[in-house]
């Protein structure tokens, strides 16, 4: 699908325009402790000319034959780009979680390691995360590593996305 850079894209965003838009797939979730799933997804990344993007994503767990389940998680937060290609993503989750992650976008990708992670009393424990994101062939995928439940960093989500 085609896709334009906006006229008021903010230029410290150059990096990660490719990004803007609503993305849609499948992936999958693993992680010790728990049954390995597959989730059907939706990102959606929106900016208004200043030098952030407002990012949301909502999943839901899928069956064998791709089917809605039900709903999973949800995440929203803010994609601050800085010159050079350096960038802040703060996101709060459901789940009682506030991230602060620092990392560098450019040719394609977009490579993040958390600095801080905050989690309520009922949360689960959480201590560190990476995410990765590439433009592969014109569509979105990422890779997302955790520390948590006292088991090292290590990969628990990853997904392919179209353009919607």
Known sequence: MPFEIPDNLHPDCGPVAWMLGTWQG????DYPGIEKYE??????????GRPFFHYFSRSWLVDASGEKVRED???TGFLRCHPGGA???VLTHETGYAEIYYGEAGGGKLDLTTDAVARTETADEYTAGKR???NVEGDLLYAYDVAARGEGLQPRLWARLKRA
């Open 26 to 29: 499948n992936g999958h979730g």
């Open 39 to 48: 989730f059907g997804q939706e990102l959606i990344f929106t900016h208004d």
């Open 73 to 75: 998680a949800l995440e």
């Open 87 to 89: 960038v802040e993503l």
């Open 132 to 134: 990765l994101y590439g």
